[in-house]
C-alpha cells in the first residue's frame, strides 16, 4: 500500500524528514552553545581545574591566592600545574573604534589552556615579546589583520603573532598570550592568576588527587575538567538554554508525529475498501497491523536516513567561527529510533480505524 501511493509516501516522508531536521538543527545549535562555552576546559590539556568558589561559567573571578599553585606542585601525583590568567581586552581598531577580546595569559612551554586550533603562524610566537595570537574570525573587524600585523590593546602595542579558528566562545573571541605579557595587559599583580591548571602523571588516580588537591586547599574549588565541563552545562541549561531549544526540537519531533498520523490516517481511509476485502477473504485485524506497523518503520527510517543527510549538510554550510552547529554521534544514532517510535505511536491511529472496518462492507 505504501509503495503504491507514491504521493502519500512522499508527503509522509517528507513530513518526518522536516521533523528529523528541525529538532537535530535545534539540538545542533544547543551543544554548539555548551562546546563554545567549554571549549577552554576540553581543549586546554588540563585533567583538573583550580577556581574561586562559586564559579559557574568560564569567567573571569577574583584571583588565586599563591599557596593554591605551589600547593598543587608538590602534591602527589601532579605532574605538573600551570597559573592561568583570565580577563578582557580592548583593541584599538585603525578607524578609531575598539573590538573586545578575553585574554587568557598561559605558562610556557606546557602550554596548559592553550591556544589550539592555530591556521595561520606558529604558537611558538608566544615566546617572542609582546605578541599574541587572535582569532581569524576578527581579522576584518580590526583591520585586515595579518601576521605581524601591530595593534593597540589596553593601550598597550602588541603584535599579530598567530591566527585560531572557531575560538570564539559566548562573548569576545580568545585571544593568548604568555603569562607575564597577559598579566601587564589585565593590570594583575606578579604571582597572582585565575586558575590553576593541573595534569596528573600517566597511572594516577584522577579522583584521589582531586580529593587530595581539595583537602590540601580548602579555600578554593577543585574539579576535574569532566566535572567543570558538567557544571557549566548544567548552569546553561538553569538559564533556559535548555527550555528554548528543547522546545523547538520537541515542536519538530510533534509536528513529524501529526504529519505521519494523518497521512497514514488517511491512507487507511482511501483504501478502506481494499482492507475490508482483506479482511473478508480471511486476514485478521492483526495481520493489517503488522501491516501497518511494517509501513511506520518504513517510514521512520526512511525519513531519518534523508533527513540527517539534508541536517549534515545544512550543518557544514552554517559551520563557522562565530557559530558552532554540532551533532554529537549520540545524536545521529537515537534519530532513527525515536522518529520510528514517533512513526508507531502515530500508526495507532489508523489502527483503530482498521479496527472498525467490517468485511461486510465490500459487497454494499
Same mark, same amino acid.
Given at each position: ?8 509516501? +512522499? ?81 584599538? &581598531? ?63 602595542? #602588541?603584535?599579530?603573532?598567530?591566527? =585560531? ?23 594583575? &599583580? ?7 591548571? #593541573? ?24 574539579? =576535574? ?17 535548555? +527550555? ?36 473478508? +477473504? ?23 536516513? #534523508? ?58
Amino acid at each position: 500500500m505504501m509503495l503504491h501511493d507514491r504521493v502519500q509516501l +512522499i508527503a509522509t516522508t517528507c513530513g518526518v524528514v522536516f521533523a528529523v531536521v528541525l529538532s537535530t538543527q535545534q539540538l545542533g545549535i544547543l551543544y554548539g552553545l555548551f562546546h563554545k562555552n567549554t571549549m577552554l576546559i576540553d581543549n586546554g590539556g588540563a585533567d583538573i581545574w583550580m577556581m574561586p568558589r562559586g564559579t559557574q561559567l568560564v569567567q573571569r573571578g577574583s584571583v588565586l591566592p599563591e599557596s593554591a599553585l605551589s600547593q598543587a606542585r608538590s602534591t602527589p601525583g601532579v605532574l605538573v600545574a600551570e597559573p592561568l590568567v583570565f580577563g578582557p581586552g580592548s583593541v584599538a &581598531r585603525p578607524d578609531g573604534g575598539t573590538e573586545q577580546v578575553i585574554l587568557i595569559g598561559t605558562s610556557l612551554p606546557n602550554s596548559l589552556g592553550g591556544p589550539w586550533n592555530i591556521v595561520a603562524g606558529d604558537a611558538n610566537a608566544l615566546y617572542e615579546p609582546d605578541t599574541l595570537t587572535f582569532e581569524v574570525a576578527q581579522r576584518q573587524k580590526l583591520g585586515n589583520l595579518n601576521i605581524g600585523s601591530v595593534r593597540e590593546v589596553n593601550g598597550r602595542r #602588541v603584535r599579530v603573532g598567530a591566527f =585560531t579558528w572557531g575560538l570564539v566562545p559566548f562573548g569576545p573571541a580568545y585571544s593568548f598570550a604568555e603569562i607575564g605579557l597577559a598579566r601587564d595587559l589585565t593590570s594583575t &599583580r606578579a604571582g597572582r592568576f585565575h586558575f590553576v591548571l #593541573v595534569r596528573v602523571q600517566p597511572g594516577a588516580d584522577l579522583d584521589a588527587v582531586t580529593a587530595e588537591l581539595q583537602a590540601r586547599v580548602p579555600e578554593v574549588q577543585v574539579w =576535574t575538567s569532566q566535572q567543570y565541563h558538567d557544571t557549566v552545562v548544567n548552569a546553561l541549561l538553569a538559564q533556559q538554554l535548555g +527550555i528554548t531549544f528543547g522546545s523547538s526540537a520537541a515542536l519538530g519531533l510533534f509536528v513529524g508525529l501529526v504529519i505521519v498520523a494523518l497521512s497514514m490516517f488517511s491512507s487507511v481511509v482511501d483504501h478502506q475498501r481494499e482492507l475490508g476485502t482483506l479482511k473478508a +477473504i480471511g486476514c485478521r485485524t492483526r495481520d493489517l497491523a503488522v501491516m501497518l506497523f511494517a509501513q511506520a518503520v518504513m517510514y521512520g527510517l526512511l525519513g531519518s536516513l #534523508v533527513g540527517l543527510a539534508v541536517a549534515a549538510q545544512l550543518t557544514a554550510l552554517m559551520r563557522s567561527p562565530n557559530l558552532a552547529v554540532m551533532l554529537p554521534i549520540g545524536v545521529i544514532i537515537s534519530v532513527p529510533f525515536v522518529m520510528t517510535g514517533i512513526c508507531l505511536v502515530s500508526a495507532t491511529l489508523a489502527l483503530n480505524r482498521i479496527r472498525k472496518l467490517e468485511p461486510g462492507m465490500v459487497f454494499r
